[in-house]
């Protein structure tokens, strides 16, 4: 069965502190991993998406990686506008473009 | 370029009752997926459309149903609501499935 688990469910940095989300999935044939952001009653918000082992994507104090097995969300020294939930996804071969979401990690940042 | 757009944001019904909730794509996007995501969990995966065939459906009954229209839009059906049925429901768009934009969604509170 695919599934998705992220860790922790929640963290509390500050400001500046740096940190690691991280996303482990089986999956019967990986076509892409997504990650989200969600802030508290709004829809995800697209942050990147990964095919393959060793791939790497950046957009301002976010990187995130991808291995066989599981994929990190790294926050370079965040800010209190960082605090959100960010989600993983997963996109199977034989699914289509249905994603299979983890649970999420609710991240706050405090000044 | 507006982005994905879901009407109503909000709704309250009334168990037993029918619901109809509707997406817009984002402009060229071909492929409509529709999720519930209840509080505290990820989003689950309910429908795929692309070019108003089902492409794909998550394991939900048969209560829930989906339908693409000629210019892409869609809507979410649920009949017979149950108080389980409360839930962000959220719709996302895509041109290729290698980035799905998700809406603000729709929230639905029975009782």
């Known amino acids: 069965e695919d599934q998705v688990t992220q860790s922790p469910e929640a963290l509390r940095l500050q400001e500046g502190e740096s940190s690691s989300l991280n996303c482990s999935y089986t999956?019967?044939?990986?076509?892409?991993l997504f990650w989200y952001r969600q802030d508290p009653g709004k829809g995800p918000e697209f942050l990147f998406t990964?095919?393959?082992a060793g791939e790497e994507k950046e957009k301002e104090r976010l990187k995130a990686t991808l291995t066989k097995k599981e994929s990190f969300l790294h926050i370079t020294a965040p800010k209190p506008e960082d605090s959100a939930t960010y989600l993983c996804?997963?996109?199977?071969?034989?699914?289509?473009?249905?994603?299979?979401f983890g649970k999420g990690t609710t991240l706050s940042v405090s000044s | 370029d507006a982005g994905v757009t879901q009407s109503p944001t909000h709704l309250i019904k009334t168990r037993g009752q029918h619901v109809t909730l509707r997406c817009s794509p984002i402009?060229?996007?071909?492929?409509v997926s529709w999720y519930q995501q209840v509080l505290g969990q990820g989003p689950q995966f309910i429908f795929q459309?692309?070019?108003?065939?089902?492409?794909g459906r998550g394991n939900f009954p048969d209560r829930f149903s989906a339908r693409q229209f000629p210019n892409y839009s869609s809507e979410l059906n649920v009949n017979a609501l149950l108080l389980g049925d409360s839930a962000l429901y959220l719709c996302?768009?895509?041109?290729?499935?290698?980035?799905?934009?998700f809406g603000e969604g729709s929230w639905l509170t029975v009782v």
């Open positions: 990964l095919y393959s």
């Open positions: 402009s060229g996007h071909k492929s």
């Open positions: 459309y692309y070019e108003k065939e089902e492409r």
């Open positions: 996804a997963v996109q199977a071969n034989q699914a289509g473009t249905a994603l299979i």
């Open positions: 999956v019967s044939g990986l076509r892409g």
């Open positions: 996302a768009s895509s041109l290729d499935g290698n980035t799905i934009y």
